[in-house]
T-cell receptor, first 114, second 115 residues
Framework: NAGVMQNPRHLVRRRGQEARLRCSPMKGHSHVYWYRQLPEEGLKFMVYLQKENIIDESGMPKERFSAEFPKEGPSILRIQQVVRGDSAAYFC????????????FGSGTRLTVV | KQEVTQIPAALSVPEGENLVLNCSFTDSAIYNLQWFRQDPGKGLTSLLLIQSSQREQTSGRLNASLDKSSGRSTLYIAASQPGDSATYLCAVRPTGSGNTGKLIFGQGTTLQVKP
């Protein structure tokens, strides 16, 4: 069991480009969560997905950000027209159920916008 | 609205000391509380998970307690080692309608253990 896999580990984008972050949950996990850690700040919830469904996107900015978790393949967090303020570490986590179990986090993708 | 606070923000101790990290939360309606460790530039490693019906969990030199009614948890580290140096994060998983299983994190306690 390889755990939660995120790629790339580091991503550099110029302002205005698109960033695509990938997350493969642990085997058997059908719940995926994305969190963002801005410099000198704590982790903040962004979005919660199950296969083919967005369950809660209350923490995700309304513009430029989108997420998906298709039936096949990894979950994708997409940031369009990136700005310097998007520079952060983006973490993905997966779990068995939405309630009773703990999370397993990936190693994160560190996005730098230049 | 659930808020999680960790005190102190930073802590420096000599090797071998026993220490306690504190976490408080404002709403006792939680499924569980989880302690994580984060090394600089790295991801989060789960240390201990305490379900709302439990009082404590132990793993090696770590012991975490939960007092849900008072909204407090502590992480006790025995015989600290330089390798314990990291940021320790506390997170709760709220219950209730509209809470879809997301975690609410504290700001963390950055621990330095000096040889």
């Amino acid at each position: 069991n390889a755990g939660v896999m995120q790629n790339p580990r580091h991503l550099v984008r110029r302002r205005g480009q698109e960033a695509r972050l990938r997350c493969s949950p642990m085997k058997g996990h059908s719940h995926v969560y994305w969190y963002r850690q801005l410099p000198e700040e704590g982790l903040k919830f962004m979005v919660y997905l199950q296969k083919e469904n967005i369950i809660d996107e209350s923490g995700m900015p309304k513009e430029r950000f989108s997420a998906e978790f298709p039936k096949e393949g990894p979950s994708i967090l997409r940031i369009q027209q990136v700005v310097r303020g998007d520079s952060a570490a983006y973490f993905c986590a997966s779990s068995w159920t939405a309630q009773d179990y703990g999370y397993t986090f990936g190693s994160g993708t560190r996005l730098t916008v230049v | 609205k659930q808020e999680v606070t960790q005190i102190p923000a930073a802590l420096s101790v000599p090797e071998g000391e026993n220490l306690v990290l504190n976490c408080s939360f404002t709403d006792s309606a939680i499924y569980n509380l989880q302690w994580f460790r984060q090394d600089p530039g790295k991801g989060l490693t789960s240390l201990l998970l305490i379900q709302s019906s439990q009082r404590e969990q132990t793993s090696g030199r770590l012991n975490a307690s939960l007092d849900k009614s008072s909204g407090r948890s502590t992480l006790y580290i025995a015989a600290s080692q330089p390798g314990d140096s990291a940021t320790y994060l506390c997170a709760v998983r709220p219950t209730g309608s509209g809470n879809t299983g997301k975690l609410i994190f504290g700001q963390g306690t950055t621990l330095q253990v000096k040889p």
